[in-house]
């Protein structure tokens, strides 16, 4: 079992930053990969960022270059660095463990935190 805990999210206006955080406990070990998705209203919940155990990274087109996952596993804690945002990127984010690195694109997560919320104001 892995619980996941994130934090970091509210309200920003346009042009700002916002840096999520996801605290891992429990099996971490067990770990091979994390991601962050998000699902603003009425929308379909998608991949955001994604961070293999090794380090690689995947992002998805509408946030290259302006997002970056990161991880530091001294504190177990996976973390989201938003910088430029725009109104639509207002969504509720969440942090999950991904089976593999390359499955973390289909959702099929075993652990998912409880979301955070982040508002992008115009």
């Known amino acids: 079992q892995v619980q996941l805990v994130e934090s970091g999210g509210g309200l920003v206006q346009a042009g700002g930053s916002l840096r999520l955080s996801c605290a891992a406990s429990g099996s971490i070990f067990s770990i091979n990969a994390m991601g962050w998705y998000r699902q603003a209203p009425g929308k379909e919940r998608e991949l955001v960022a994604a961070i293999s155990s090794d380090g690689n990274t995947y992002y998805a087109d509408s946030v290259k270059g302006r997002f970056t996952i990161s991880n530091d596993k001294t504190k177990n804690t996976l973390y989201l660095q938003m910088n430029s945002l725009k109104p639509e990127d207002t969504a509720m984010f969440y942090c999950?463990?991904?089976?593999?690195?390359?499955?973390?694109?289909?959702?099929?997560?075993?652990?998912w935190g409880q979301g955070t919320q982040v508002t992008v104001s115009s």
């Open positions: 999950a463990v991904c089976r593999t690195f390359n499955l973390c694109r289909f959702q099929h997560n075993d652990y």
